[in-house]
C-alpha cells in the first residue's frame, strides 16, 4: 500500500479529485435538467474524465492489492473503493455514444466496482456477469433447464426475484437511514476513526446495493436495444420485390435495328462494340423477353373489346327481332278481334 497519495505535482492530488468528482455526483443527483440537456451532458463528460483519471491514479499508486484485507486498508482511503462504481455510473448517464455501447461499458465498471468490494470482504453477493460473457458461455451453461413443468419453474423464477428485490429495497432503506446518521457525525469537527470507517464501509454498502439494481436493469434494456436495432437495420434495407424489380430494369444498352441482313453486315462493321439487329431478329428478341406478343397473334386487350363490342350487337339484334315480333302478333290479333266484333254489335237496344 502506498504511504501517499499525490500523484503529479501539476495537478490536484487523488483527494482533491475524489472531492470534485463526489460534487459532481451531487450536482447530478440534485439536478431537474433533462439528462440530455447540454447541462448535464457538458457536468458528465468532465466527471467521467476526472473518475477515469482518479482510477488511474489508484493503480498507478498500487493502493489495493488482491492479499489485502479491509482492516490494512487506511481509513481516508477507503472512498477509493467507490471510484470504479461512481465511473459506472457517470458512463450509465452519458449520451455521446450509441446507448447500447454505453450500457455495456457501465456494466463492466459496476461489476468491476462489486468485485473490488467482495475482494475486500464488504460483501458476499454474487458477482454479475457482464452481457457479452453471458452471449459467449457454453451451450450448456446459456440454454436454460428444462423442467418437467415449465410454467411451475418461470413462476419459482419470477417469484425468487421479486423477493430479492423486497429484500434489497429493505436492505437500501435500512443503509440510507444508517448513512444519514453517519454522515451528520462525521460532519463534526471532532469525529473518532471508527464512525468515519463505518461511515465509508455503509457507502460502499449502498452503492453495491446499487450497482446491482443498476446491472439488472441494463440486462433488461439490452435485448430491448438490439431488437430495435434489428427492427431499423430492415426498414433500411430495401424489400425483396424491390431488389427483384431492379434487377429486372438492368441497364439499357444501345443497339441498332436494320431492315435486312445485309445492312446488319454494313453497319455491324462500323460499330463492332454496339449489337446489330435485323427488324425480324429485334421483333422475336422483345417477344422472348415477354414485351411483344408473337407474331401472327391478336393482342388481348384488343380482342377482347372486339368481343364484347361483337356481343352487344348480337344482343341488340335479338331485342330487336322480339319486338317486331311482339308488335306484329299484336296488330294480327286485333285485327281478327275487329273481324268477330263488327262496330255497333254490342247496342242492341238502341237498334232503330
Not at 446491472?215 to 435485448?223: A, H, K, N, Q, V
Not at 406478343?293 to 339484334?317: F, I, L, M, V
Amino acid at each position: 500500500m502506498a504511504a501517499a497519495v499525490n500523484f503529479s505535482d501539476s495537478g490536484p492530488n487523488l483527494s482533491q479529485l475524489f472531492d470534485a468528482i463526489w460534487k459532481d455526483y451531487e450536482f447530478l443527483e440534485s439536478s431537474t435538467e433533462p439528462s440530455n440537456s447540454t447541462v448535464i451532458q457538458s457536468r458528465v463528460l468532465k466527471a467521467v474524465e476526472r473518475a477515469e483519471k482518479a482510477v488511474h491514479m489508484v493503480n498507478d499508486l498500487s493502493l489495493f492489492s488482491t492479499n489485502e484485507q479491509l482492516e490494512e486498508v487506511a481509513t481516508n482511503e477507503i472512498k477509493y473503493l467507490l471510484l470504479p462504481g461512481l465511473l459506472g455510473y457517470f458512463v450509465n448517464k452519458s449520451s455521446s455514444e450509441s446507448r447500447f455501447e454505453t450500457v455495456k461499458k457501465s456494466q463492466v465498471y459496476l461489476i468491476d466496482f462489486i468485485r473490488l468490494c467482495k475482494l475486500y470482504g464488504v460483501t458476499e453477493v454474487d458477482l454479475p456477469k457482464p452481457y457479452r460473457s453471458r452471449e459467449g458461455d457454453d451451450e450448456k451453461d446459456t440454454q436454460p433447464k428444462q423442467s418437467a413443468r415449465p410454467g411451475l419453474a418461470s413462476i419459482e423464477e419470477q417469484t425468487r426475484k421479486r423477493q430479492m428485490k423486497i429484500e434489497r429495497f429493505k436492505t437500501q432503506k435500512e443503509l440510507n437511514r444508517n448513512l444519514q446518521e453517519l454522515y451528520d457525525l462525521v460532519k463534526k469537527e471532532n469525529v473518532d476513526e471508527e464512525s468515519k470507517r463505518n461511515y465509508y464501509v455503509t457507502l460502499l454498502k449502498k452503492w453495491i446495493s446499487d450497482a446491482l439494481e443498476t446491472c439488472e436493469s441494463i440486462d433488461e434494456e439490452i435485448p430491448l436495444i438490439e431488437h430495435m436495432t434489428r427492427l431499423k437495420e430492415s426498414k433500411d434495407q430495401p424489400s425483396n420485390e424491390n431488389k427483384s424489380k431492379d434487377k429486372k430494369k438492368g441497364v439499357f444498352r444501345p443497339f441498332i435495328i436494320t431492315k435486312d441482313a445485309m445492312q446488319k453486315q454494313v453497319f455491324g462493321l462500323g460499330y463492332p462494340g454496339v449489337p446489330t439487329y435485323t427488324v425480324d431478329e429485334f421483333y422475336q428478341d422483345r417477344v422472348d423477353q415477354g414485351l411483344f406478343p408473337p407474331a401472327g397473334s391478336t393482342p388481348k386487350g384488343k380482342n377482347s373489346t372486339t368481343t364484347t363490342d361483337e356481343e352487344e350487337k348480337e344482343a341488340e339484334k335479338k331485342e330487336q327481332l322480339e319486338d317486331d315480333d311482339n308488335s306484329t302478333r299484336q296488330a294480327r290479333e286485333w285485327d281478327d278481334w275487329k273481324d268477330d266484333h263488327r262496330r255497333g254489335w254490342g247496342n242492341a237496344k238502341n237498334k232503330g
